[in-house]
């Protein structure tokens, strides 16, 4: 199982940016399929979750200003993050899991300027 991500940048507050993960490969079935970030120093963090009831989660501090949807044809992933703030920095990581295995995408900068 691939996960390939895209989409992150630099941005001043107040912009948007747009995240993007398609997985491929033998993923048998997808229950969740999220977005983490991290920062220097600091774990790892859940910043929004697709789950397949479906549902989706967010982190409180990004609440109202991103959004995650998932394309099921295309077993793709995406994060529409508007309204950034500085502390909207870090690596974003896309995360699959199949109810058996976690899987990991490569991380992409988000860099939001105050």
């Known amino acids: 199982v691939q996960l390939q991500a895209s989409g992150g940048g630099y941005v001043e507050a107040g912009g948007s940016l747009r995240l993007s993960c398609t997985a491929s490969?033998?993923?048998?079935?997808?229950?969740?399929m999220g977005w983490y970030r991290q920062v220097p120093g600091k774990q790892r963090e859940l910043v929004a979750k697709?789950?397949?009831?479906?549902?989706?989660y967010y982190a409180d501090s990004v609440k109202g200003r991103f959004t995650i949807s998932r394309d099921n044809g295309k077993n793709t992933v995406t994060l529409q993050m508007n309204s950034l703030e500085p502390e909207d920095t870090g690596v974003y990581y896309c995360?699959?899991?199949?109810?058996?295995?976690?899987?990991w995408g490569q991380g992409t900068q988000v860099t939001v300027s105050s």
């Open positions: 697709w789950n397949n009831v479906p549902s989706t």
């Open positions: 995360n699959v899991w199949n109810g058996r295995r976690s899987y």
């Open positions: 490969g033998r993923i048998l079935s997808i229950h969740t």
